[in-house]
């Protein structure tokens, strides 16, 4: 079965720079999710999309963006990255099925150097 | 604001060996679940719990919610290496058609020995 897809899988990038982070939903799944984990630390929710609007906002700085496309992948753009930033950033999507679950991706590492 | 609290958050178990992990939340949650995370991998999903009183069993690892204590467990039986892992449980904030907004435990990390 169709995975979450996220790209790139890796990505190192220097302070101040910025990086886009691309999430593929599972077809027919219109609500995503994204979520960051530091080392040692649990997932902490972003921010989600249902139908390509916001539909919730976490801890999310002010620095990152993200949105939802027509064809329902998303992607989380970081700019002036910080060395804090590094950590593993999941997706995750879910369908409009009344109560389903949300399935996550394989996560994106970023490291800031 | 809900918050999810596991303990222990570090578990050392001999081989063969029983234990539980708890996780307690603070409001009201539609949904717990317990994930499984090798260092560095996604979240793999093992268990979805939805209503009071709900058990789930899947191999060693069987996991239970009472909601009216907002107290959900993760018994492990006999222990093996393959099981040493991260475990997180995690809440949802309830609320809409679809539950991806949640709010995790620290995780415990446990670590199987011969």
């Known amino acids: 079965a169709a995975g979450v897809i996220q790209s790139p899988r890796h990505l190192i990038k220097e302070k101040r720079e910025t990086a886009t982070l691309k999430c593929y939903p599972i077809?027919?799944?219109?609500?995503v999710y994204w979520y960051q984990q530091g080392p040692g630390q649990d997932p902490q929710f972003l921010i989600s999309f249902y139908e390509k609007m916001q539909s919730d906002k976490g801890s999310i700085p002010d620095r990152f963006s993200a949105q939802q496309f027509s064809d329902y992948h998303s992607e989380l753009n970081m700019s002036s990255l910080e060395l804090g930033d590094s950590a593993l950033y999941f997706c995750a999507s879910s369908s409009p099925v009344q109560g389903s679950q949300a399935f996550f991706g394989q996560g994106t590492r970023l490291t800031v150097v | 604001e809900l918050k999810v609290e596991q303990n222990p958050l570090f578990l050392s178990m001999q081989e063969g060996k029983n234990y539980t992990i708890y996780c307690n939340y603070s409001t009201t949650s539609d949904r717990l679940y317990w994930y499984r995370q090798d260092p560095g991998k996604s979240l793999e999903s093992l268990f979805v719990?939805?209503?009071?009183?709900a058990v789930k069993q899947e191999g060693r690892l069987m996991a239970s919610l009472d909601t009216k204590a907002r107290l959900s467990t993760l018994h492990i039986t006999a222990a093996v290496h393959d099981l040493s892992a991260t475990y997180f449980c995690a809440a949802d904030n309830a609320g809409g058609t679809s539950y991806g907004k949640l709010t995790f435990g620290q995780g415990t990390i446990l670590t199987v020995h011969p």
């Open positions: 077809p027919r799944h219109d609500t």
């Open positions: 719990l939805l209503s009071n009183g």
